[in-house]
């Protein structure tokens, strides 16, 4: 894990790719990437041999870390054997993924139907509530992402939906608990998820409980914020999704395989839904690949009647080996406990120890390797650090931040007024403990812009 500088291949792959990739969410002429030389483990390094601390996990992904040689191998044995094969086949690596997965959702969710990605999940899901019921509508919440396609754009809360959003996608949102920014002006946990649950039976009794086929909800919000749901929510939801017939989906695309010190957050909540979506770590993004896990009642819709809808790359065989070899190395190495202990005895109390010591640190929250650092221009009001939505000289003091962060060789999360830690779930104590200190640092940057 050495990092050779090569400035002039550096420069060659910059220029490709200034010339011809078209970069996400991005203005294209105002963007600067950095090229990437190579990784391993929790690191990854720039052709100038500038070695940075992943504490963002690719994009929330790369569970067992970069270059992981167990999975690594099993892509190029999965390879030599069979590259690529069909859908509407039995294929071994499709098979023992979809067996392992199903091992380790909750409840009867046995069945699994295999997308490329996450977003390609949350339409699938959507689809088969739809079709399950009859009934067009779907509840979202405000503060959410659910991926970057049609549906899934529409259905996410946050201002990625605006450009795409025509107000004819069946989707109606709601407000989801959050106490630091409660809408409900609850002063404890019992009142904001009490609040949250009426809102959320008010809001499908004046749409019309017959019209409404889902309810979906990130589990734990990732890119929105983090946001743990009080205890008793996600039952609530549940009995109010029995109450009216309306099938209760979870988005687990962020938050499943370990991320929380769990296999998947439902766990931490002990609820099940009845179609859970996921992608992401369930292979630690080595090969693209998603899924939608299915309950039995949704799954005998289909029985005799065909399911319309499939991907011509669904349950790819080098993805699906990826996924076993993933999901096998969790097991054996112990990366779900690891993440779990990690969290509690390293990340929270560091993380609470520095919202002691910055003004700029509003509140910190999360599970597992899953936290979030809400910056603020005053405690007091709990006026964001920047607007929402910021951009341009609007959002200085958090680009401030992040500079500072990538000077002290840490690749933060960085989104709106947060920060995450999101590293790789097998991160060691002492790789967390040399971000958390740059961490420390890059805080009080953004302390210089509180009042």
Known sequence: MTPHPNPEAGAAVKAADRAHVFHSWSAQELIDPLAVAGAEGSYFWDYDGRRYLDFTSGLVYTNVGYQHPKVVAAIQEQAAHLTTFAPAFAVEARSEAARLIAERTPGDLDKIFFTNGGADAVEHAVRMARLHTGRPKVLAA?????????????????????????????????????????R???????????????????????????????????????????MLPPTGYLAGVREICDKYGIVFVLDEVMAGFGRTGEWFAADLYDVTPDLMTFAKGVNSGYVPLGGVAISGAVAETFGKRPYPGGLTYSGHPLACAAAVATINVMAE??????????GADVVGPALRELAERHPSVGEVRGVGMFWAVELVKNRETREPLVPYNAAGEANAPMAAFGSAMKAGGVWPFVNMNRTHVVPPCNVSEAELKEGLAVLDAALSVADEYTE
């Open 333 to 342: 190495e112990g990366i779900v406990e690891n993440a779990a202990r990690l």
């Open 142 to 182: 405000y503060r959410s992402y659910h991926g970057g396609t049609q549906q899934a754009v529409n259905i996410t809360g946050d201002p990625r939906r605006w450009a795409s959003d025509s107000a004819t996608a069946g989707v109606v949102h709601f407000w989801a608990p959050f106490r630091y920014r409660s």
């Open 184 to 226: 409900f002006y609850a002063e404890t946990d019992e009142q904001e998820c009490a609040r949250a649950l009426e809102h959320l039976e008010t809001t499908i009794a004046f749409e019309g409980p017959s019209t409404v086929a889902a309810i979906i909800l990130e589990t734990i919000p990732g890119t929105a914020g983090i």
